[in-house]
């Protein structure tokens, strides 16, 4: 799979926007970008994937280059409670949801 | 539906003991994996599982064994615990090939002394 790059640590504003970028240079074809969260040491949580075109659901919205060689998750109004560590992730399609973790970025919602 | 069930959410076991993690989940799910989590690192897999019957190694496989004789169940056995082993423990489940989401269990907290 391939890897992904993404910065330590980012802080936003309460109900400001949160944009978190991802690298993945070497992603193939077949590989979707999933991004998921993990709070306080829980299991993590589940935000959005694509592959190919932008996406959007309840939580979240995926902004994946033309290249596909980076992405860009973006929380549209943050709230104290999305305060996690969030994680960019690519995966093959076909080997079900073996996934290679990074140490993700660490977003602190400010007050 | 309980999703993703794992059992003990604590564990502290001796050196050279050995211990089952179990982990259940309720969604008809093929795809089971197990991974572990260090202090301020993210998750590394362990072993998965793409049906009963057939599991595969992970990135860090060694000192674990897992077998998958139903489609509810996936236990990650330690065969003899070391301090190595201190971790959180994740089991996972997905239904699909790719293009889908995985739950996670709450974790297993394990400490070898």
């Known amino acids: 799979d391939a890897k992904t790059t993404q910065p330590t640590s980012m802080d936003c504003a309460e109900g400001r926007a949160a944009n978190l970028p991802c690298n993945h240079s070497?992603?193939?074809?077949?590989?979707?970008v999933y991004w998921y969260r993990q709070i306080h040491s829980q299991g993590p949580q589940y935000i959005i994937h694509g592959l190919k075109n932008n996406e959007t659901n309840e939580m979240a919205s995926l902004i994946i280059t033309e290249d596909r060689k980076s992405s860009t998750l973006i929380l549209p109004h943050a709230t104290l409670r999305d305060t996690a560590v969030y994680y960019c992730?690519?995966?093959?399609?076909?080997?079900?949801?073996?996934?290679?973790f990074g140490t993700g970025t660490s977003l602190t919602v400010i007050p | 539906n309980a999703g993703v069930t794992q059992t003990p959410k604590f564990q502290v076991l001796k050196t050279g003991q050995s211990m089952t993690l179990q982990c259940a989940q309720d969604m008809n799910h093929e795809y089971m994996s197990w991974y572990r989590q260090d202090p301020g690192m993210g998750l590394r897999l362990i072993h998965y599982?793409?049906?009963?019957?057939?599991?595969d190694q992970g990135e860090v496989p060694n000192g674990y064994n897992v077998s998958r004789s139903t489609t509810e169940d996936f236990p990650l056995r330690l065969l003899s615990a070391a301090p190595s082993q201190t971790s959180v423990y994740f089991c996972?489940?997905?239904?699909?090939?790719?293009?889908?989401?995985?739950?996670f269990g709450q974790g297993t907290r394990l400490t070898v002394v």
């Open positions: 599982s793409v049906g009963a019957g057939i599991t």
């Open positions: 996972a489940s997905s239904d699909g090939w790719g293009n889908t989401e995985a739950f």
């Open positions: 992730i690519v995966s093959i399609t076909n080997t079900g949801n073996q996934f290679y």
């Open positions: 070497t992603i193939s074809g077949n590989e979707y």
